[in-house]
T-cell receptor
Framework: GAVVSQHPSWVICKSGTSVKIECRSL??????MFWYRQFPKQSLMLMAT?????????EQGVEKDKFLINHASLTLSTLTVTSAHPEDSSFYIC??????????????FGPGTRLTVL | AQSVTQPDIHITVSEGASLELRCNYS??????LFWYVQSPGQGLQLLLK??????LVQGIKGFEAEFKRSQSSFNLRKPSVHWSDAAEYFC????????????FGKGTTLSVSS
């Protein structure tokens, strides 16, 4: 149980276009989802926290107008990279917290999405 | 502020030898502590976690970690490393407040030599 999927697993796009990444909790309801960004050979940096039905909370330095996050249901959160540029190329990973698990901060990670902007 | 330090960027261990990866954290109260493993191009897999209780935690794949409050450490160990253990290892900390994100260390790359 506790599976989180991401789609697509990798995407290549042209500079200036927008890309949407989906994060789904397959067998549990995720009251909170997190989006992380990972540069090559580096750690995961938290971008934003999203709670179902409310606006996402962005970390300092993350442009909310560029990285649009929507958490419209308990099983789906989306991250849209708007007007993507080569510097947005990265590995994006989501995690989801099972609201019913009773375990604080038991988070389950998706497999990640590799974004390459040409 | 919470932070995690993994002092070793890269470690090479011979296959069959023991392994210890270091992790130190900074947090005002007792944190929740995690170790994750990441293979190239893959997501994260949870190896083990510590919330409370016994300070020696057993995880998957033969890994264990010991929480030492006095040293603010949560080192990961394995008695005998296998070639398939070569990967990136991340230590992470979280508060006990529901809904807070994990704070990750910079990671340690483990190479296994034959």
């Amino acid at each position: 149980g506790a599976v989180v999927s991401q789609h697509p697993s990798w995407v290549i796009c042209k500079s200036g276009t927008s890309v949407k990444i989906e994060c789904r909790s397959l067998d549990f309801q995720a009251t909170t989802m997190f989006w992380y960004r990972q540069f090559p050979k580096q750690s995961l940096m938290l971008m934003a926290t999203s709670n179902e039905g409310s606006k996402a909370t962005y970390e300092q330095g993350v442009e909310k107008d560029k990285f649009l996050i929507n958490h419209a249901s308990l099983t789906l959160s989306t991250l849209t990279v708007t007007s993507a540029h080569p510097e947005d190329s990265s590995f994006y990973i989501c995690s989801a917290r099972d609201g019913a698990s009773g375990s604080y901060n038991e988070q389950f990670f998706g497999p990640g999405t590799r974004l390459t902007v040409l | 502020a919470q932070s995690v330090t993994q002092p070793d960027i890269h470690i090479t261990v011979s296959e069959g030898a023991s392994l210890e990866l270091r992790c130190n954290y900074s947090y005002g109260a007792t944190p929740y502590l995690f170790w994750y493993v990441q293979s190239p191009g893959q997501g994260l897999q949870l190896l083990l976690k510590y919330f409370s209780g016994d300070t020696l935690v057993q995880g998957i794949k033969g890994f264990e970690a010991e929480f030492k409050r006095s040293q603010s450490s949560f080192n990961l160990r394995k008695p005998s490393v296998h070639w398939s253990d070569a990967a990136e290892y991340f230590c992470a900390v979280a508060s006990n407040q529901a809904g807070t994100a994990l704070i990750f260390g910079k990671g340690t790359t483990l190479s296994v030599s034959s």
